[in-house]
């Protein structure tokens, strides 16, 4: 699971951090809302798998397609 943080939205992009296993360590993750196209800004120096930032991506773009971009948001997955 991992946790995202809003840290900017204007009306082309927001700007998470996201805390894979809810831990101190974060990555950043930003996403284009009309392209849909995200870029890495900083990647969580602890947990290095793709599948944090994959999980992350992902969970961008389920709040894109809901209109609803939380202060905060768990994803989780099994």
Same mark, same amino acid.
């Given at each position: 699971m991992l946790l995202l943080k809003l840290i900017k939205?204007?009306?082309n992009v927001v700007v998470y951090n996201y805390f894979p296993e809810n831990a101190e360590d974060?990555?950043?993750i930003e996403l284009d809302l009309k392209s849909r196209e995200?870029?890495?800004i900083k990647r969580a120096d602890k947990y290095k798998q793709t599948m944090? %930032?994959?999980h992350a991506y992902q969970g961008?773009? *389920?709040? %894109?397609d809901?209109?609803?971009f939380s202060d905060? *948001?768990?994803v989780a997955w099994y």
């Open positions: 939205i204007n009306n974060y990555g950043t995200a870029r890495l944090y %930032l994959m961008l773009l *389920r709040m %894109l809901e209109n609803d905060t *948001r768990v």
